[in-house]
Nanobody, 121 residues
Framework: QVQLVESGGGSVQSGGSLTLSCAASKSLHSSYCMDWFRQAAGKQREWVSYTASAGNSRYTDSVNGRFTVSRDNAENTLTLQMSSLIPDDTGVYYC???????????????WGQGTQVTVSS
C-alpha cells in the first residue's frame, strides 16, 4: 500500500516563502509521477506541478517562476519550494502519485492527507 505524507504547511504573509515535503512509502514505484495539487475552500482541486521519475517537471502557469519542485528518488521524497506567495496560493496542498503525469486528479490513485497553506495579505 502506497502512503504519502505531506508536511511543512503553515501561515505566511504575502511575499513570504514556505517549503512543503512529501514522504512516500518505499512501496511507491520509482517510475511513478509525483505531483502537487491544491484546493482552496469552496473550489475544485487544481494541479500545481508534476515531476516525472526522470526529474523533469512542469508547473501550472500561476506558480511558474515562483515554485520549484524537486524529487529525491533514493529517499522517495518530493519537495515544493514556494516563494513570493500570494493570497491566491492559499489552500490545502496535496501530494499525489500515479503512473501518468498530468493535471487530472483521476490519473492519480495515491494521495496524501494534505497540508494547509495560508497566505495573508
Amino acid at each position: 500500500q502506497v502512503q504519502l505524507v505531506e508536511s511543512g504547511g503553515g501561515s505566511v504573509q504575502s511575499g513570504g516563502s514556505l517549503t512543503l515535503s512529501c514522504a512516500a512509502s518505499k512501496s511507491l514505484h520509482s517510475s511513478y509521477c509525483m505531483d502537487w495539487f491544491r484546493q482552496a475552500a469552496g473550489k475544485q482541486r487544481e494541479w500545481v506541478s508534476y515531476t516525472a521519475s526522470a526529474g523533469n517537471s512542469r508547473y501550472t502557469d500561476s506558480v511558474n517562476g515562483r515554485f520549484t519542485v524537486s524529487r529525491d528518488n533514493a529517499e522517495n521524497t518530493l519537495t515544493l519550494q514556494m516563494s513570493s506567495l500570494i493570497p491566491d496560493d492559499t489552500g490545502v496542498y496535496y501530494c499525489a502519485a500515479g503512473a501518468l503525469c498530468g493535471p487530472r486528479t483521476d490519473w492519480y490513485p495515491h494521495w496524501g492527507q494534505g497540508t494547509q497553506v495560508t497566505v495573508s495579505s
